[in-house]
């Protein structure tokens, strides 16, 4: 069945850094999703990547999707304190099949220190 | 107004004893999910309904039953619960099926001792 693979699994920065977590798919994906959950809450979305090649930008956060749809990368520019959480991708399979499924990766858990 | 509201937050429990565990949406979606996640912070989907209908139904152990009594409402119903059931359960909903973004509830953290 589908996989999705997500490193780092944790990472560790200073105030400032730079952070960054990349997806990668064993199938091609329809659409690929982030999600945040901070310690103790649960998962909020972030945003949604529908076309190959495609980049967002939310304030310090951008996000890509590769070309070939089987890969993603969520990337933090200066990171601040607020930005601690566990940050999930989570890809729908566009093999053809049933897409109803949301598979995510296990998620990179991001502390800063102030 | 809670979007997806679970209940309840905390469950502790005996080994063999049966648990439910009930979520509701006032998001007028079609689709519903349960996920599982474990102390590792993975989340893996167990069950998902659209319209009642059930749509997606992971490797999960028969103890785990989902019943939906209507769109707006999936409840979790396990028996005979084991150790390895301790973890947090996440309801979740989606406007469509195949493209929407899931809104979380807050999870019920199960406990068996």
């Known amino acids: 069945g589908q996989q999705v693979m997500q490193i780092p699994q944790y990472q560790h920065v200073q105030e400032g850094e730079d952070f960054t977590t990349y997806c990668n798919s064993s199938t091609t994906l329809s659409n690929i999703q982030w999600y945040k959950q901070r310690p103790g809450g649960h998962p909020v979305f972030l945003i949604q990547?529908?076309?190959?090649?495609e980049v967002k930008k939310q304030k310090r956060l951008t996000f890509q999707f590769g070309e070939a749809k089987k890969n993603s990368s969520l990337h933090i520019t200066a990171t601040q304190t607020t930005d601690v959480g566990t940050y999930f991708c989570?890809?729908?399979?566009?093999?053809?099949?049933?897409?109803?499924?949301?598979?995510f990766g296990k998620g990179t858990l991001l502390t800063v220190n102030p | 107004d809670t979007a997806v509201s679970q209940t309840p937050k905390y469950l502790v429990t005996q080994m063999g004893n049966d648990k439910s565990i009930k979520c509701e949406q006032n998001l007028g979606h079609d689709t519903m999910y349960w996920y599982k996640q474990d102390s590792k912070k993975f989340l893996k989907i167990m069950f998902s309904y659209n319209n009642k209908e059930l749509i997606i139904n992971e490797t999960v152990p028969n103890r785990f039953s989902p019943k939906s009594p209507d769109k707006a409402h999936l409840n979790l119903h396990i028996n005979s619960l084991e150790l390895g059931d301790s973890a947090v359960y996440f309801c979740?909903?989606?406007?469509?099926?195949?493209?929407?973004?899931?809104?979380f509830g807050e999870g019920s953290r199960l406990t068996v001792l």
């Open positions: 990547l529908v076309k190959s090649g």
């Open positions: 979740a909903s989606s406007h469509l099926s195949d493209t929407g973004e899931l809104f």
């Open positions: 989570a890809g729908r399979d566009g093999s053809g099949g049933s897409n109803y499924k949301l598979t």
